[in-house]
Each structure stands twice: as C-alpha cells, then as structure tokens.
C-alpha cells in the first residue's frame, strides 16, 4: 500500500514532464548538436557546486545526531557517576556522630580503640567504602577500618591533605588523590568529629573507590573522561589518558600538587591538544593523534567536568559518501534528461498518443489529490491510536511498579517497627549497648529497603544485575532474626539444617528478598496449624547450593501450582496479599541465573525449592542442625 501511494504521484510526474517535453519538440523538431553539448558543459560546471553542497549537508547532519547522542550519553554517565559518589555522603557525619568515636578523642584506651577499630570494619564492608577512619587534630591516623593489613592508615600523619584542612575549618572536606599509603586512587570525603568532652577535634574521613565506573566506560567501548578544575584527567576509559592534563600547568598548580602530593608516585604529562574550543586532539591506542568532538557537562564538584568524545573521522567518511551519493544521483539526472530528449524527437508523430497521456495524467493527479488525503487521515489515526497505547502500557507498568514495591517494603517495616519499639524499652532501662545493637539492625533494614528502591532504575534503563558474593547461611539467620518477634508470636518450631557458609553468586539485598517472601508465605500457611512447624535445609547440590523450605500447611492444589508464579495470583484471602511475592522472587532467582520451584508435600504441606549458583568457596560443616 505504502508503494502505491508514493509510486503513482512519481509516476504522473514523470509523464508530465515527459509530455512537456514532447510539447517542446513539437515547438522545434531539430537539436544542433552545439545545444546537446551545451547541457553537457554546464551540467559538469555545476558538479563541483553539488558535490560540496552534498558533503557538506552530510556532514553537518551527520554531526548534528553525533552530538545529539553524545549528549543523551553524558547526561546518563552524569548521573552515574553523582550517585556512586552521593550514596557514601552521609557516611562520614555518621562516623562523626558516633558515641564511641568520639570518646576516642577524649581517652585512648586499648579497649576502647579495638572497639572504634572493628566499628570502622563493620561499617566500611556494609558500606562497601573503600576505607574509612579517623584522624585527630594534628592530622595523626588514630583507628582505621583496615587496621588488620600491612597498609594499615593507623599512625599515618595526613595533615598535608585538603580534605584534612577543608573539615577543620568549615566542618567538611572532598579531595580526589591517590593513597599515598596504599597508592591507590579515591575519593576521599571527610566530617569534623566534636569530642564527647567538647575539647578535642577531629577529622573522620570515607574513601570511595572510582575505579569501577571506570571499568563500565570500557566495558561501553565509548571514550569518556572526568577532568578537575586544574584539567587533569582522573577517571578515563582509556587508560593511557589517566593522570594526564589537557593545558599546561603553572608553577603554582605544580606547587599546590607537590605540596598536598594528590598524584603521589605519578609523573605528569601532558595529553592532546585543543584546536578549538569544542575540538580535541587526542592520542590513539596506535600512538597516532585523532580528532574529536568535545561534549562536556560540569559536575557537582567544584571544577569537575565530565567529557565524552565523539570521533570525527565518522562524520568526514559520511560526508564522502553523501558526496558520492549525489555525484551518482547528479550523473543519472543529467544522463536521463538528455536520455528524455532523445527520446522526445522519436515520439513527434504520437500526437494522439499524447493526448491520451495527458487525459491520463490529470486522472493521476486526480487520484493522487484523493490518496493522499486518504494517507493523511489513516496516519493521524494511526498516531491517536499508538498515543493511546502507549499511555496505556505506561500506566500498566507504573501500577505493577507500585504494587511490587508496596509488597516488598512491607515486611522491612514491619520489622523495623518491632525493633524500633524494642530499642525504645532497651533505653528506657539504659541498656545503650544492646539499644546500638537494634539501632543498627535498623539501619540494616533501611539500607536493604534503599536497595528495593534503587531497582526502580529498571524503568530508566537495562543494566545488567551484578554478581556479586553473598552468604546464604548468614542471610538465612539476618531474616530470621527479623521476623523473631513473628515467629514467637506464632510459635512456630523452625528446625534448621544450614552449613556455616554458603557462599552464592548473588547480593544480600536479593537474597534477603526472596528469603523474606518464602518465610513469611511459609508463617502465613501454617497460621491456622496447632502444631506450627517450618524446616529450612540447605545443601550443596550439582554446582550450586539448594535452599529448602517446608512448612506443614495446607499445601496447594495441582491448578495453584501452575499460577503461583504468576503476577497478582494469590491462595490467600482477599485482603491478605496482592500476589506480588512469589512473582517478584521468581524474576529474582531468574537474574541471579538460578531456578525455584514449589510443589505439594505428601505428608501435607508445602515444599519451596530454589537453587543458586555457588562460588569458589564451600563448606559442609554445619552451622545449624534440627
């Protein structure tokens, strides 16, 4: 249909030209051939004209969707990169605000710093900061979180850094440098700490590891670079860039580098060569110099900008072949206009048949006039139609969105309400310690809640869930130990048959998830039992760990077990659940590329069955025996 519709309006031009012609030659029925050359002559004079005309609309159209998705592009490494350094800015006011550690500043105690030492572990791996410390007025290292390794920062004066200096003047301090300890590069954010007493000050201090997002920008084959306010490159996706500047440096910058020494052990050298202010000459992995497009975006940062290269050799060989596309073109219009002439003496005696064509021809224009008014119509339909659709599907996705989300935060709520509600009679008897411990039950929940939240990123763009190593056994005994007060509610006897270790290719905040939706499935089902029993048993099984859950409730039917897995199927009552859970476990099992599978037990009951890939390590010794 779409061939009909352009073909006949090309079609009844052409003949319309080809009758014009034919008038012409009726007009003057002889050529000299000085005329035929004459067209020649002026047809090759203006080639040159179209040629550069040609290239030069390529180029240009070529460039303009070049930087179109370049930006789009900068704008989504942007935002990365603000947020995988956003998400560690309150760590360091919480370090500050910590009782034990700033008691620290006040007395020094082997106690008190074995203490201070292993909170900085615990927080660094829940965290997962590169290290975090804290440092007294005079910039000496007093505890570390990697106090346990030869490269310990313990006893290390860093007084000479920024971010040391910055916190003791205005209460907080950032500065990207390399360890001179470990010689590592990271971002270093730091907090001014008040001693209990009052009388002493302190600097508590995160360091962020970038190098990550390094590893994305190469993994993305794209060329991207964040340069700071002295136009030095500190992140890059090609590695020869890193630790290079753009514009000479002057005897002050170099002073200022040398005295806080940010690119310890690192020799300075310059790289590329700015033509123009949106141009870069940049060295290739060939040790040749190529030119590119610079689109860059300021950070939050001071001085901090994001730079993503767009090739230019692109844009000169899509300008050639435009330039090539209309010489051909050019050619074959010149070759078919003189073709036509020809063609126009040999047809002067078809006068009727010209008659005939041009009665033609007017119906063409005729139905053309109709077809086109007619495809006008079926493409503003068509648009309304799609507009609708995609409306729809819009609120489709922001309603399981919703759904999923008000499922999954149920049960983290829950439980921080009992503890907050524990913590409160715990202070009430000034029983501080074991109230830190609950407080810090709370603050694990909310992070696992924040990692709920965080997957509606989903809905920007597909990434890849990353693998990383979690535990089972210790992910099994954190859920359980959130829903004690639930299970002692219900007097459920759980028998339990877990190795110490069970090391998964997965992430705590997922397993937790799927363990939260099983268990409390499983405490729903055996609500109504007089004898509530629920067994947990896990088990290397064909390169993997298998996680069994039984409980001795009702079980399901054959037809419940074919929907279980299904969005918004419930086996419980109306107002009991949405039917979320199941379904957001089995999306989670199937990205961490393990299976689940659930099945009606004989002796009554239900049996949930999930299966994860295992890590290196492995264990058989048992941690829990029932």
């Known amino acids: 249909m779409w061939i009909r519709f352009v073909y006949q309006p090309i079609t009844a031009l052409y003949y319309g030209l080809y009758l014009q012609l034919l008038e012409n030659d009726m007009i003057k029925t002889k050529r000299s051939v000085w005329e035929l050359r004459r067209i020649w002559l002026i047809g090759f004079m203006l080639l040159p004209f179209s040629l550069l005309l040609g290239g030069w609309l390529g180029f240009n159209h070529a460039k303009e969707k070049a930087l179109q998705q370049a930006d789009e592009r900068l704008n989504l490494y942007a935002s990365s990169f603000e947020g995988a350094i956003n998400r560690y800015e309150y760590l360091p006011w919480l370090v500050a605000q910590t009782p034990d550690v700033r008691r620290l500043l006040d007395e020094a105690s ?6 201070v030492n292993q909170f900085l572990l615990n927080t660094r791996n829940t965290s997962m900061a590169d290290e975090v410390y804290l440092m007294d007025s005079s910039g000496l290292t007093l505890v570390s979180s990697n106090f346990q390794t030869p490269e310990t920062f313990v006893g290390n004066n860093y007084q000479f850094r920024p971010y040391f200096s910055d916190a003791m003047r205005t209460g907080r301090g950032e500065f990207f440098a390399i360890g001179t300890t470990t010689g ?61 500047y753009l514009n000479p440096l002057s005897d002050q910058q ?19 060569a700015s033509s123009r202010a949106d141009v870069l000459n940049m060295p290739s992995t060939e040790g040749e110099t190529a030119s590119y497009l610079n689109r860059s975006v300021e950070l939050s940062r001071p001085g901090w900008r994001l730079h993503y290269l767009v090739s230019v050799e692109p844009l000169y060989q899509f300008a050639l072949l435009s330039a090539a596309v209309v010489f051909i073109l050019y050619i074959l219009a010149l070759t078919a206009i003189l073709w036509m002439r020809e063609r126009s003496r040999r047809a002067m005696a078809a006068v009727k048949a010209e008659q005939r ?43 399981i969105m919703a759904a999923g989300l008000s499922h999954e935060l149920n049960q983290p ?50 990434a890849p869930a990353q693998h990383l190593k979690a535990d089972w056994s210790a992910r099994i005994t954190f859920v359980l130990d959130m829903l004690e007060h639930r299970i002692q509610q219900q007097g459920v006897d759980i028998k339990m048959d877990v190795p110490i270790k069970a090391m998964v290719r997965a992430d705590d905040a997922r397993i937790e998830q799927v363990l939260v939706n099983l268990i409390s499935n499983a405490l729903d089902a055996v609500v109504d039992c007089p004898i509530p029993e629920l067994a947990i048993n896990l088990h290397h099984h064909n390169q993997g760990w298998c996680l069994q859950i039984k409980d001795n409730g009702s079980g399901f039917s054959n037809d419940e077990i ?29 990205d961490l590329g393990g299976s689940i599978r659930a099945e009606s037990r004989p002796s009554g009951g239900a049996l949930f069955e999930v299966w994860l890939p295992s890590t290196e390590e492995r264990t058989d010794e048992k941690a829990y025996a029932a």
């Open 110 to 115: 082997d106690s008190l710093v074995n203490r």
């Open 184 to 244: 590592l590069p990271g971002y270093f954010m730091s907090e001014q700490v008040i001693s209990q007493q009052g009388t002493d000050l302190g600097v508590a201090v995160v360091k962020v590891n970038l190098e990550p997002l390094q590893a994305d920008w190469q993994l993305a084959g794209e060329k991207v670079f964040v340069s700071d306010t002295n136009r030095i490159i500190l992140l890059s996706s090609h590695p020869e860039w890193k630790y290079r």
């Open 254 to 272: 170099l002073d200022d580098l040398r005295r806080n020494r940010q690119f310890d052990g690192v020799e300075l050298t310059p790289l590329g």
């Open 357 to 399: 064509l041009r009665a033609l021809n007017d119906t063409l224009e005729d139905q053309v006039i109709e077809r086109t008014a007619e495809l006008q119509k079926r493409t503003t339909e068509l648009e309304r139609i799609q507009r609708e659709l995609v409306q729809s599907e819009k609120l489709a996705a922001l309603g």
């Open 413 to 462: 709520l829950t439980a921080v309400k009992t503890y907050a509600a524990s913590g409160k009679k715990l202070i009430a008897k000034g029983a501080l310690e074991q109230a830190e411990t609950i407080l810090d039950k709370i603050m694990t929940l909310t992070s696992r809640m924040s990692d709920i939240t965080s997957q509606l990123k989903v809905f920007v763009r597909q």
């Open 562 to 590: 074919k929907h279980l897995f299904e969005p918004f199927y419930s086996t419980k009552k109306v107002g009991q659940g949405m039917g979320l859970g199941l379904f957001i476990c089995y999306g989670l099992i199937q």
